[in-house]
């Protein structure tokens, strides 16, 4: 794609322009976005970027490990791979608020580079993944007065104490056009086509408090989903799919007893950049058998229920 080629070259030469002999530090989420940020930032300039994966405890199933893989094996870009899981899930205790939860992730997140950028002597810039309806919805609503729907943990700026500015090569890009800059990178097709994954991960799909046992029943929920949704040929049909976590437990039977477990949300919408989004219409029978698998798979579950809503008025992520 040639429109793309031009792209990558003009952000080479604006990254190189504004970085000059700094170092940057760049997050990586697990995701397209910051994927494709730091892979176009690598070829800028080399070894002075650092790129930091920090596992915050709300990954998906095997997160780390598929994007250290990439990283470490498939580009061989050095990588950081923090666990401050523990950290992240102390500090998000007791937090129900979903906008306090976003504002803490973006708190630690910031720290932990901070601290990152310490370590190998201090970092003059930090790069991020941010797309253009990242920009956009952060500040205002398309059409309507100007509200903050979501803090997006990834953008609005640096604490003033920090001395690093911030590299956002992708800032002017839609989410389609991330995949094309992607593939042009030589990003491995199963990657570029990864469904979207927010910074603040498993936390907004986890309404009310966060605890380790319900984010461990939402990553196994979420990995029979997307496995079912694979195994059905359905995925590159859809923008997004994820289980939620329900904060409340309903009866059921099971067997000749009773059980007393927490609700499944399933979500799948079909969209272009994420701004509006149609839920999609599976057939029942599929809605069913992985309802099914969810319920005799995980432990701690024992209803399923799917999420029938646009946006607007709903958003995708339901915190
Ligand atoms: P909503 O829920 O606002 O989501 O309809 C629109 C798209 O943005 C993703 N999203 C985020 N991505 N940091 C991110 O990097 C965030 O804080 C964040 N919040 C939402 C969401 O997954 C969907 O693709």
Redesign the pocket.
Known sequence: DWTMRAFREEAVEKIRAQVGQGRVICGL?G?V?SSVAAILIHEAIGDQLTCVFVDHGMLRKDEGKTVVDMFRHHYNIPLVHVDASKQFLSELEGVTDPEAK?KTIGRLFIDVFEAEAKKIGGADFLAQGTLY??VI?SVSFTGGPSVT??????VGGLPDRMNMKLVEPLRELFKDEVRLLGRELGLPEIFVGRH?????GLA?RCPGEITNEKLDILREADAIYIDQIRKAGLYDDI??AFAVLLPVKTVGVMGDSRTYDYVVGLRAVTSTD??T?DFYSFDMRFLGATATRIINEVKGVNRVVYDVTS?PPG???WE
């Open positions: 989420s995701g976005d976003r309806p990242d919805e729907i979501k803090s997006h943990h990834n979207p994954f927010p910074g603040p907004i923008w997004q994420g701004m989004a946006k958003t995708i992520e």
